[in-house]
């Protein structure tokens, strides 16, 4: 029986065995073996999961003064961890990995010619339950008019579980006549471990 | 006698000795082992990111010059404190040195989030109330309190300052900035208005790296 170190039980031949090229293969591989260990921790912590979804083409109506609802997304910008599917359910990622999580979520809403929308609303789901509060961006009369659209932006840190799905939702008020999302995105970068 | 590998020291049989023996393979093994598990605690180190979040699990009446308050740890490793201050109106975030996963790097670069959804109860158009978050870095090898230095502009909801607060609106506050400090870190609310600090109001931490 050949001896072990304590901690990675790397073999070694005690005094009075025979040293022979096996004993030097033993080692070697025993070393192999935990520098793949390593290296798949190193990839891990550098890949860390991420992903990114966007409306980058088409619109998305919304009807002003109704109940917010849930943004759609139509390209998958980046994902290393299995988290979007568009083409399954084009309105959440799903988390991958349990962990704490950084959500972001941000939208465009096309501002029309005339002063028509008063204010954005816009929050982050878990599973169906909100859970960042709504971030509002305006007030009562109508503010934003804008040939380039009104913006509006939510951030979120929170422990997430495997398989958690989370969704954006996006209202807004202000005249009647229903106005169109031009841009979104809905993103989750894993922070660490729980 | 051996000779060492340059820089990692590993042992190996030097031209005067001849051939390899079982003592120069177990010098071996005992010098990578700790290696390797120096190596794997540096990973795990990485990968245990300082992050820190505390939140509203419930609904809060604010009036105006209340303290800001988070009663809920929702996540924090790494040795990182919540405390409050003396007259209990301010939010201490503490990454304990030594405590620490890769303690002796300050100062690091941190991310904070600070985010408030609040409601404001009696709102009155065209007011301008203002709401305001700042958040603080306190270096304890400076001195004392005094060198509570604000680490950027209070950040205010200026879209609400002259529109007008439409009754049960929601307002979030936040913003990143960088921390290039050790010691404590300190954020404070305040609103010209009374209301209610909703739930999942939440300020985090994170570390990012160090300098």
């Known amino acids: 029986m050949p001896g072990a170190t304590p901690t990675l039980a790397l073999p070694f031949p005690y005094l009075d065995e025979v040293v022979d090229a096996d004993s030097v293969k033993n080692l070697a591989d025993a070393v192999d073996s935990e520098l793949n260990t390593l290296i798949t921790d190193a990839t891990a912590t550098t890949r860390r999961p991420a992903a990114l979804v966007l409306r980058d083409t088409g619109t998305q109506a919304f009807a002003s003064g109704a109940a917010m609802a849930n943004l759609t997304f139509t390209t998958e910008h980046y994902d290393n961890n299995g988290m979007a599917s568009l083409g399954t359910n084009n309105e959440r990622l799903t988390i991958g990995t349990a962990g704490v999580h950084q959500i972001t979520a941000r939208v465009l809403l096309d501002g029309g010619t005339a002063p028509e929308i008063s204010a954005l609303m816009l929050t982050i789901t878990a599973n169906g339950t909100t859970v960042a509060g709504t971030k509002r961006r305006g007030g009562t009369t109508a503010a934003f008019s804008s040939c380039c659209g009104v913006d509006i932006s939510c951030v979120l840190m929170r422990r997430f579980n495997a398989s958690d799905i989370v969704r954006a939702q996006f209202g807004w008020t202000g005249l009647t006549t229903p106005r169109n999302v031009i841009r979104a995105e809905l993103g989750a970068r894993w922070i660490c471990s729980l | ?211």
């Open chain 2, 1 to 211: 006698m051996p000779d060492y590998t340059d820089p990692w020291l590993l042992p190996f049989p030097g031209r005067e000795d001849h051939g390899a023996g079982a003592e120069d393979i177990e010098a071996l093994a005992r010098a990578v082992d700790p290696l390797l598990v120096a190596q794997d605690a540096r990973l795990t180190a990485l990968a245990t990111r300082p992050t820190l979040i505390v939140r509203r699990s419930a609904d809060v009446a604010y009036v105006t010059g209340d303290p800001l308050s988070f009663n809920t740890t929702d996540h924090s490793n790494a040795g990182i404190l919540v405390t409050t201050d003396e007259d209990g109106d301010a939010l201490f975030v503490t990454p304990e040195e030594g405590a620490h996963p890769v303690a002796g790097v300050y100062p690091a670069v941190w991310r904070v989030n600070a985010n408030l959804f609040f409601v404001a109860s009696a709102p009155v158009a065209g007011s301008g109330y203002r709401f305001i978050c700042t958040v603080s870095a306190y270096d304890p090898s400076t001195g004392g309190l005094g060198r509570i230095f604000p680490l950027s502009e209070p950040s205010v909801d200026e879209t609400e300052a002259a529109a007008g607060i439409v009754s049960g609106s929601y307002l979030n506050l936040s913003y990143c900035v960088v921390l290039p400090s050790q010691g404590s870190f300190v954020a404070s609310f305040s609103a010209s208005v009374n209301g209610t600090i909703k739930a999942n109001s939440f300020f985090s931490l994170t570390r990012i790296r160090g300098l």
